[in-house]
C-alpha cells in the first residue's frame, strides 16, 4: 500500500507533492514502480486524494494494472491506511505500507521488511541516530542529553502480517487514536515490531528544499 493522500501543506504551491516530478518522473509512480517490480508483490494499493480518484493523473497507469488498486484517502494518514487495507485481497497474508513522500525505496530495504513481516511480526525501516540528542522546553533551553544508542529514525516501508495491521487500526478506530506511523499503533496494543536497515535515499520530502536534496541523492549510486 502506498498512502498518497496527503496535500501538502508544507510544501505549498498548486500541485500535490506526491505528483511532483523528482529524478525523471512523478514521486508516486517511482513508489509503485518499485513495488511492482517484485514478484512477490500480488497488488499495489494506492491511496489518492478523494479529488483525484475519479480522474487519476494518466501516468500512474504506467505500470501492471492488473495490479493496481485505487483507494480514497480519509482526513488523515490513519483513515487513509485503513481505507487503503480495506481494498486489499483477502488472501493476501503481509501487507506492507510505504509513504509516497519517500520515491528512492530501494529493494534491499523492502526485502529485509518482507523478511521480518513474513516471521509474524511488524517490521520497520529504520536508520540508527547519530547525531548527539538534546530535549529542549518551550524557550529553547536544554533540559537533558538524551541517549541515543536505542533511538533510531523510523522510515517505510513497514510491513505487518494482516491481522495485526488490522487488529491494531480496528482498536485505533475504537479507542479513537491517531498515529504518524502503522508501528506505533501496533506498539500500544503490546503486539512485535522490530526495526530493520533503511536507507539514506529513503529521505522524505516535506518542505520545498527537499527536492533538491533528493534530485542530488538520486544522482548518487547506492
Known amino acids: 500500500m502506498i498512502v498518497a493522500a496527503g496535500t501538502s501543506s508544507r510544501v505549498g504551491g498548486e500541485e500535490l507533492k506526491q505528483f511532483r516530478f523528482v529524478a525523471g518522473k512523478p514521486m508516486l509512480l517511482h513508489g509503485i514502480q518499485a513495488f511492482m517490480a517484485r514478484d512477490d508483490v500480488a497488488v499495489v494499493v494506492c491511496v489518492l486524494p478523494r479529488a483525484q480518484l475519479g480522474d487519476p493523473p494518466p501516468w500512474i497507469f504506467q505500470c501492471d494494472t492488473d495490479r493496481l488498486l485505487l483507494s480514497n484517502g480519509g482526513r488523515e494518514r490513519g483513515e487513509s491506511v485503513a481505507n487503503g487495507l480495506a481494498e486489499v ?19 534491499a530495504t523492502i526485502d529485509r521488511v518482507v523478511a521480518e513481516a513474513r516471521r509474524g511480526h511488524g517490521a520497520v525501516a529504520a536508520l540508527p541516530i547519530t547525531d548527539t540528542i538534546k530535549e529542549v522546553d518551550d524557550e529553547g533551553r536544554v533540559i537533558r542529553t538524551i541517549d541515543r544508542h536505542r533511538l533510531w529514525r523510523a522510515q517505510t516501508p513497514q510491513g505487518f502480517p494482516r491481522e495485526m495491521l488490522e487488529r491494531a487500526y480496528a482498536a485505533a478506530r475504537e479507542a479513537g487514536v491517531a498515529a504518524t506511523d502503522c508501528a506505533a499503533l501496533c506498539e500500544r496494543l503490546n503486539l512485535p515490531v522490530v526495526v530493520v536497515r533503511g536507507s539514506e535515499r529513503a529521505m522524505k520530502v516535506t518542505e520545498e528544499g527537499d527536492f533538491a536534496r533528493l534530485e542530488a541523492i538520486a544522482r548518487l549510486r547506492e
Open 89 to 107: 485481497p483477502a488472501d493476501v497474508e503481509v501487507v506492507l505500507v510505504h509513504d509516497a513522500a519517500r520515491p528512492l525505496v530501494d529493494a
